[in-house]
């Protein structure tokens, strides 16, 4: 969760929410200001919004010889501009290298959004 703050006095903690979609309506209980918040997610690496959903197989090690077997998939959320892996996560990192002629080969539909509910 992305501390809120705020931006008329900094109070982070006296903050009421309410969701509405895609936002979050804030009032301010120290000095009454409201304002909305953007629940858009954004890459940690590069402040980009332009994250793609990827489905990631979560394998199990089945120790020495053995298949590993998928336990689960996730959506983990690629940065489109950097090539970030998992570009929420507090320490992403841009892809290494030359990342736009690498993400055109990857055949990821970038439009295909998740909602974000
Ligand atoms: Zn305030
Ligand atoms: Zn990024």
Redesign the pocket.
């Known amino acids: 969760m992305i501390e809120i703050t705020c931006p008329a006095c900094g109070e982070h903690e006296d903050l009421r929410g309410e969701r509405r979609d895609g936002e979050v309506a804030v009032v301010c209980g120290a000095c009454g200001a409201s304002f909305v918040r953007d629940l858009t997610p954004r ?1 940690t ?4 919004e332009d994250l793609v959903p990827v489905p990631t197989n979560l394998l199990e090690d089945a120790g020495r010889g053995e298949q590993r077997a998928p336990t689960g998939i996730v959506d983990r959320l690629l ?1 489109w ?2 090539g ?1 892996t998992d ?1 929420t996560a507090s320490d ?1 990192t ?1 892809a290494q290298g030359d990342w736009r002629a690498r993400r055109a080969d990857l055949g990821l539909d970038r439009h295909r959004r998740s909602s974000w509910d």
């Open positions: 890459c690496a590069c402040g980009s940065c501009e950097c970030a570009a992403a841009a």
